[in-house]
């Protein structure tokens, strides 16, 4: 394998769309944004900027979607990877109420794009978020009350155990909430489907291009080892796979690991029990579980994670143990993929946007919800480029600290405080 081939999974295995040519960058080049980093906020960005006639060019280290945007479950969900107290504390109510709004119009966007560029990405709608413990109801009633109330969003139903159960085929779960208007899709495709969209405005991509340094100044100019790029703007769209690019940055995103099996596809009995209406489900855990059925009928497990770098001891067979104490009925069935990505945390959970200087813009830190809002990203970075910044700006207002201890300590210390929220996932 070599360095620019993606992780071995499923999704590599089921590609349905074709780029254009994408050369690796060679010789110089002059344009109005380069964009940095090829998954779903890089390539949105390219799209909506070259559709505003903007000339675009993206650079991508590895191949279009190698990041997280090609590894993830594909879940796709209004709100952030975070309670919007959290953001309503940092920002106050109004715009607290923007940025839900603006969740839900990442949402819709996702519909829009696939429907537009006819991107075939299975997305399908419904999803259940299911209940463990009592706690767990306790916080989905308060949730759903607090979204209904105060935040005008009357989409959650609250569901008892036998509700559940016609959903999710399992004696596992208390309870729980169907949303209409959450789902999932295949994100690897969903993501080339939007580059070759971008494409089709005229934005160049290239991919085999790491991007080795940035030079600051008006025009930007941007390295890789064959290449540069002068542009007026610069975009950063390479969320936990930054690394050294931006110092600063970095201590605002911690990576952390997260894996998906893919079994064989299921017959109908084995569908029927476990997942006879086809919704997506995640769990109420702090480290949640989560998993639908692909449209060749696979169980798509998401799970596990790790905040060493390492991969989990055992991750097989602890993510099928997941997997079978759900769904017995699954027990022997083979699984045939299993791969990792690296999630993008805040400290706070809530994304993060803002600038560098003044031409370089960022998104990242999605943590664990980057799907609908990394596409909203873009929209939103273009629209900022193109001199329409408030919208933006309500995202980059938000408060951001670094991760505690600098580069070398944050892990460990992140291990202390997950394995916190590990142990209340137990209680
Ligand atoms: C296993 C897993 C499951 C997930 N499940 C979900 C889910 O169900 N729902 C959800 O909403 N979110 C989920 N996420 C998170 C989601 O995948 C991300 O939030 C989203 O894909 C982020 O997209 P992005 O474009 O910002 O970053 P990425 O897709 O990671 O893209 C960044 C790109 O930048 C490139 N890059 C890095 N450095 C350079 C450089 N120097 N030069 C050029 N290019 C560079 C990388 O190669 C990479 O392709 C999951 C993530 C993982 C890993």
């Known amino acids: 394998m070599g360095m620019t081939d993606y992780a071995d999974s499923w999704y590599e295995h089921s590609i349905r769309v074709e780029l254009q040519p994408t050369p690796r960058l060679e010789s110089e080049h002059r344009t109005d944004v380069c964009v940095i980093g090829g998954g779903v906020t ?39 990877g975070t309670g919007m107290d959290t953001v309503a504390k940092g920002l106050g109510k109004g715009d607290a109420q923007s940025i839900w709004d603006m ?13 537009e560029y006819s991107i075939p990405c299975d997305l399908r709608w419904g999803y259940v978020h299911t209940a463990i ?63 070759r969209a971008a494409q089709s ?7 085999d291009s790491a991007v080795t340094r940035i030079e600051s100044g008006d025009p930007a100019r941007v390295h890789t080892e064959h290449g540069q790029v002068e542009a007026d703007f610069v975009v950063l769209a390479c969320n936990a796979y930054l690394d050294e690019l931006d110092r600063s940055l970095r201590s605002k995103i911690m990576p952390v690991g997260n894996y998906v099996i893919a079994t064989e596809p299921l017959d109908e009995h084995r569908v029927q029990q476990s997942l006879p209406t086809d919704e997506a489900v995640s769990d109420a855990n702090f480290v949640l579980d989560y998993y639908h059925l692909s449209a060749d009928r696979r169980l798509l497990y998401g799970g596990q994670v790790s905040y060493n770098g390492r991969e989990p001891r055992n991750l097989r067979q602890r993510m099928e143990a997941k997997m079978t104490r759900i769904f017995p009925a699954l027990a022997g069935v083979r699984v045939e993929y299993i791969w990792g990505g690296w999630v993008g945390i805040t400290l706070n959970r809530s994304p993060h946007f803002g600038r560098v200087g003044g031409n370089v813009y960022f998104a990242h830190g999605y943590s664990g919800q980057g799907m609908a809002m990394g596409g909203m990203a873009g929209k939103l970075m273009a629209e900022a480029i193109g001199g329409q910044a408030e919208r933006f700006d309500v995202f980059a207002r938000m408060p951001h600290r670094d991760f505690p201890g600098g580069r070398h300590l944050r892990t460990p210390l992140l291990v202390l405080a997950t394995n916190f929220y590990r142990l209340r996932d137990l209680i």
């Open 42 to 80: 890089g390539c949105s960005t390219a799209l909506h900027l070259a559709r505003r006639g903007y000339r675009v060019k993206l650079l991508e280290a590895k191949r279009i979607a190698w990041g997280a945007s090609g590894r993830a479950g594909g879940h796709v969900l209004p709100g952030l």
């Open 133 to 195: 413990k009592p706690r767990h109801m306790k916080m989905y009633r308060d949730w759903v009350d607090q979204m209904a109330s105060e935040y005008g969003y009357h989409d959650m139903e609250l569901l008892d155990r036998e509700a559940v159960r016609a959903r999710v085929s399992t004696d596992y779960y208390i309870g729980g909430i169907h949303e209409n208007g959450a789902g999932r899709l295949h994100p690897m495709n969903y993501t080339l489907g939007l580059a």
């Open 103 to 115: 969740s839900r119009e990442a949402v819709q966007l996702v519909d829009d794009l696939v429907s």
């Open 201 to 207: 405005h005229g934005a160049e991509l290239h991919e």
